[in-house]
T-cell receptor, first 114, second 110 residues
Framework: ETGVTQTPRHLVMGMTNKKSLKCEQH?????MYWYKQSAKKPLELMFV???????ENNSVPSRFSPECPNSSHLFLHLHTLQPEDSALYLC?????????????FGPGTRLTVL | QKEVEQNSGPLSVPEGAIASLNCTYS??????FFWYRQYSGKSPELIMS????GDKEDGRFTAQLNKASQYVSLLIRDSQPSDSATYLC??????????FGSGTRLSIRP
C-alpha cells in the first residue's frame, strides 16, 4: 500500500447506526486530518492531529468522534448521524502538523445517511 | 461574505490557450495560499503553494499572489484536456486552520 488509504470507500447507514471510518498513511508523516466535502460546498476541515494529539476541532458536532491511536492511523467514529451528514469524508496527512505543509489526500469515503 | 471566494464556473478554455483562475479571501492575516486540483470522483491534489507576493512558476502553472488586494490566481499555459478539473483555492491564516473555496470547474475544449 502506498500514500493514504481509506476504508470503506462507500458506506450507507441509518441514523441510529454506529460505524467507523478508517484512514492509514504510509508516508511517515506526523499529522493527519479529517475533511468533509459536501456537494456545492467548500471542503471543510474537521479535525487535525499532530503526533497523535488533537490540535484542532472546527466546531464539529459530537456525533463525530475522531481517534488517532498512532501517527499512521486515524479513525472517525460515527453515531446518530443526520441525513445532512451525507458527504465525502476525506483523510489527509502531512509531514508536520501545519496546514502550510503539502497535504496528501486519501480517496475518501462516500457516506450516505438514510 | 465568504472567507474564500471563487467563481464556480464552468470556465471553458480552448486547448492551447491560457486558463486564468481567480480567488479572493477575506482574512488579511492569511499567510499561506494553495491551489488544489480535483478530478471528478477523485480526491484533491496540490498543484501550487505560494507564500509571498508576486509570481511563482512551476512548469505550465503560475501562481500569483497580491496580499494588498487579497487576491490569488492560477494561470495554466498551453491548456490540455487533462487540465479539465475543479480547481480549489485554499488559504491558511494559522498553523492549524485552512479555509477552502468552493472551487472553479475548468473545461478545456479541443
Amino acid at each position: 500500500e502506498t500514500g493514504v488509504t481509506q476504508t470503506p470507500r462507500h458506506l450507507v447507514m441509518g441514523m441510529t447506526n454506529k460505524k467507523s471510518l478508517k484512514c492509514e498513511q504510509h508516508l511517515g508523516h506526523n499529522a493527519m486530518y479529517w475533511y468533509k466535502q459536501s456537494a456545492k460546498k467548500p471542503l471543510e476541515l474537521m479535525f487535525v492531529y499532530s503526533l497523535e494529539e488533537r490540535v484542532e476541532n472546527n466546531s464539529v458536532p459530537s456525533r463525530f468522534s475522531p481517534e488517532c491511536p498512532n501517527s499512521s492511523h486515524l479513525f472517525l467514529h460515527l453515531h446518530t448521524l443526520q441525513p445532512e451528514d451525507s458527504a465525502l469524508y476525506l483523510c489527509a496527512s502531512s509531514q508536520e502538523g501545519f496546514v502550510a505543509d503539502t497535504q496528501y489526500f486519501g480517496p475518501g469515503t462516500r457516506l450516505t445517511v438514510l | 461574505q465568504k472567507e474564500v471566494e471563487q467563481n464556480s464556473g464552468p470556465l471553458s478554455v480552448p486547448e492551447g490557450a491560457i486558463a486564468s483562475l481567480n480567488c479572493t479571501y477575506s482574512d488579511r492575516g492569511s499567510q499561506s495560499f494553495f491551489w488544489y486540483r480535483q478530478y471528478s470522483g477523485k480526491s484533491p491534489e496540490l498543484i501550487m503553494s505560494i507564500y509571498s507576493n508576486g509570481d511563482k512558476e512551476d512548469g505550465r502553472f503560475t501562481a500569483q499572489l497580491n496580499k494588498a488586494s487579497q487576491y490569488v490566481s492560477l494561470l495554466i499555459r498551453d491548456s490540455q484536456p487533462s487540465d479539465s478539473a475543479t480547481y480549489l483555492c485554499a488559504v491558511s491564516a494559522t498553523a492549524s486552520k485552512i479555509i477552502f473555496g468552493s472551487g472553479t470547474r475548468l473545461s478545456i475544449r479541443p
